[in-house]
């Protein structure tokens, strides 16, 4: 069986994953237009190579992210999502709004 | 108190009741009450509950489901947890038990579970549920409480051949010497999703899973079938008391 290295869990069967899709910056909502919208959330790069991707260790719930070599089905490395998310999506909503 | 005694008290006339009360009624399970919880006491066997604690010493299968456990989460987690006197493990995956008997597991940087002790000594569980509810708008509000108590059933793995039986059903490698006291395996077991927490009654090795509650009959019956080979079998509460208390 494939094994796949969760950041939290360490090794596992990669019976224990699911895979989540690629990975690409959140675009800010504020300003983003919903063409490019529609290009975040519908539309994927499926490049050959090197890619980002989401993953998750169904036990724990634990989403992480996955550097493969979708070529060769190499996984180079993984990671936390905090590498990539260096502040909260929560607080950057609540912040509040300064007057011109 | 003997085993008529506590054969009245019917599992149905609690307001919280095992998920696996049904195979427990089949089994002629001698039931208790204490506090709020009625909790299998032991089973119908020739002997006297020794017989029961040498199960639970090679391998026995018990239900813990009506004990209370509860779980927070959110950025803040650990240090409010440290903040109310408890000792918080540092290592993700990794349990601490407290001066108090009750087990805190921390599941991820940011997600703790806790669980009451076989003693029923302390209130730790119902403290902190209870702090949850009053405290709700004064500590910080990413910090959320996650009761566990309908939604994961409770089981341990007892006895010296327990690492036997993991090893025809999870992928891990749980044997003494590389899952040791205060590990925590978060795996599939079974097929099915579980948290395993290696949490010894003294010399007996004892293994806490937490999984679905909406499959607990399934994975109670996995267990059993498993460790058929091994003569193990389901013990009542009072056989692992009797391990835990022993010094």
């Known amino acids: ?100 | 108190m003997t085993k008529q005694e506590t054969n009245i008290i019917a599992p149905t006339l609690a307001t919280r009741r095992s998920p696996l009360y049904r195979r427990h009624l089949q089994y002629q399970a001698h039931f208790k009450q204490v506090g709020d919880n009625i909790v299998v006491d032991s089973y119908p066997n020739e002997g006297a509950i020794n017989d029961e604690i040498e199960i639970a010493k090679s391998m026995g299968l018990c239900d813990l489901s009506t004990l209370d456990r509860t779980g927070f989460k959110g950025v803040g987690t650990p240090q409010w947890l440290a903040s109310q006197s408890f000792k918080v493990p540092v290592l993700a995956n990794t349990a601490e038990e407290q001066s108090s008997q009750s087990l805190l597991i921390k599941l991820s940087a940011q997600e703790i579970l806790v669980l009451s002790d076989l003693l029923f000594l302390s209130e730790d569980v119902k403290r902190l549920y209870q702090k949850a509810v009053e405290n709700h708008q004064s500590y910080d509000q990413q910090i959320y409480n996650l009761p566990r108590n309908d939604s994961h059933c409770w089981l341990a793995v007892t006895g010296i051949n327990a690492t036997e039986l993991f090893s025809k059903l999870c992928a891990v490698d749980l044997r003494s010497h590389k899952f040791v006291q205060g590990a925590v395996a978060q795996t599939s077991l079974a097929k099915t999703n579980a948290i395993i927490i290696r949490h010894d009654l003294n010399k007996t090795p004892c293994f806490y899973i937490l999984s679905d509650i909406s499959g607990a009959e399934f994975l109670w019956d996995c267990l059993l079938d498993a460790m058929s080979e091994f003569h193990g079998a389901p013990v009542g509460l009072s056989a692992l008391q009797t391990l835990a208390s022993n010094q």
């Open chain 1, 1 to 100: 069986m494939k094994l796949l290295s969760c950041p939290l869990n360490g090794l596992r069967n990669i019976s224990e994953f699911t895979y989540g899709g690629e990975y690409h910056p959140t675009p800010d909502h504020q300003t983003t237009s919903s063409r490019d919208w529609a290009e975040h959330v519908f539309f994927h790069d499926n490049t050959a190579g090197i890619v980002i991707e989401w993953w998750c260790h169904t036990p724990s719930s634990f989403w992480f992210l996955a550097e493969r070599n979708t070529l060769t089905d190499e996984v180079v490395r993984t990671f936390t999502p905090d590498e990539l998310y260096t502040k909260s999506i929560i607080q950057h909503e609540t912040k509040p709004e300064t007057t011109p």
